[in-house]
């Protein structure tokens, strides 16, 4: 049975708005790797086998070079609708049964109590279940074999996937989420054990031990006031992220276990807002309000290569049989998923379906799994094709 959910509030204001986020500003939608707000069981990193989103799984992704692989727009494709009737839902995580949603419901600052929370689809498709509720601002998600990892305004939940049960206190309560664009929860693992990376938005890159164990956490980067740290990725035992807001922007790779510090790979991006890789290259958006960009930069060093421009808010990045897929800051607009054309150059067409952006986007298997994170029971999570 589908769920008919209570209208939210977007943008931390106290009425209703279908407005998009505006760049750089509270987003209200939700990256983890490659598939999971990753989050990470969308294609989390090094979750064993689960995902999250805001990225995209980097599988099946092809040589890279194609981008879209014609001059052609690509066919319209009608989108299969597995939540309709959602408010406000923000990240993805799948692992190997189930498609994970955070739905964030009202975003004031001052609302007493949360109404927010994890929702769970089978995903194949069928009936929608409440995993946890309570949350106030839920966004970034990531989820293993026993547990999800929740971002919200308190910090860092783990909450228990069969159950729904989590401690009376976040597991970490340094890295509240802002809800701004780029927000990410990744798992990783190194020497045997289980790790959890938030990129906070804000100034910091923290890992915390996924047992929730005291003193768990190790700042991976901090930077001064105003830094923006966003869209974690892992791979292997080394954490790429983006840098904005200071100094010294750019990406970025630390390794896990901190045995040097936090190394800055490329200055050419100075407004990343989210990221993804790929076997040959980084994919990473920047910018906004008319001057977003979608880039390629390429792992084995170079210069980056604009995809898209132009473009109100782009966010998530995926890469699915050589060709780039994106979301768009834009409402109740078929522009809100997008997909590059190969030429004419910096040509993007719009995938099909209608929603509004960004929302969450990852790659799970051959199809994109998407949402519109529209309010008052109108939000979604859908599948293309």
């Not at 690509?74 to 989108?79: D, G, K, Q, T």
């Amino acid at each position: 049975m589908r769920l008919a959910l209570l209208s939210v509030l977007l943008l931390g204001v106290a009425c209703s708005s279908d407005k998009p986020p505006v760049q750089g500003e509270p987003d209200a939608s939700g990256p983890v790797d490659s598939g999971s707000d990753a989050g990470s069981d969308a294609g989390s990193d090094d979750d064993g086998g689960t995902g999250s989103d805001d990225g995209g799984s980097t599988g099946d992704a092809g040589s890279g070079e194609e981008d879209a692989g014609s001059c052609e727009p690509p066919a319209s494709v009608r989108e299969s609708l597995l939540v309709p009737g959602l408010n406000n839902p923000r990240r993805l995580a799948v692992d190997a049964t189930d498609i994970y949603i955070s739905e964030t419901h009202s975003l004031r600052p001052d609302q007493p109590e949360g109404n927010g929370q994890i929702l769970r689809v089978p995903r194949s498709g069928g009936d929608v279940v409440t995993v946890a509720k309570g949350f106030f601002v839920p966004n970034a998600i990531a989820v293993n074999a026993q547990f999800l990892f929740v971002l919200d305004r308190e910090g860092l939940w783990r909450v228990d996937k069969a159950t729904g049960a989590r401690g009376a206190v976040p597991i970490e309560a340094s890295v509240p989420d802002v809800i701004s664009s780029g927000t990410d929860v990744r798992l990783g693992r190194l020497a045997g054990r289980d790790y959890v990376v938030v990129a906070t938005g804000a100034r910091r890159l923290v890992r915390v031990d996924a047992t929730g164990s005291a003193s768990s956490s190790l700042v991976l980067y901090e930077g001064p006031a105003g830094t923006q740290v966003r869209g974690a990725r892992i791979d292997g035992t080394d954490v790429w992220f983006l840098v904005a807001g200071n100094p010294e922007p750019g990406l970025y790779r630390v390794p896990l276990d901190l045995e040097t510090p936090a190394q800055r790979v490329n200055a050419s991006i100075t407004s990343g807002t989210s990221l993804e890789l790929t076997p040959t290259r980084f994919l990473i958006t920047e910018g906004g309000n008319g001057t977003g960009r979608v880039l390629a930069l390429p792992r084995a060093g170079g210069e980056a290569r604009v995809l898209a421009d132009g473009l109100q808010g782009p966010l998530f990045p995926v890469e699915l049989h050589g060709a780039v897929y994106f979301k768009e800051s834009v409402a109740s607009d078929a522009g809100f998923l997008r997909r590059v054309r190969g030429c004419p150059a910096n040509t993007t067409d719009s995938v099909g379906p209608v929603g509004t952006g960004p929302g969450g986007l990852i790659v799970d298997g051959d199809t994109l799994l998407f949402t519109s994170q529209d309010n008052n029971n109108r939000g979604a999570v859908g599948r293309v094709p």
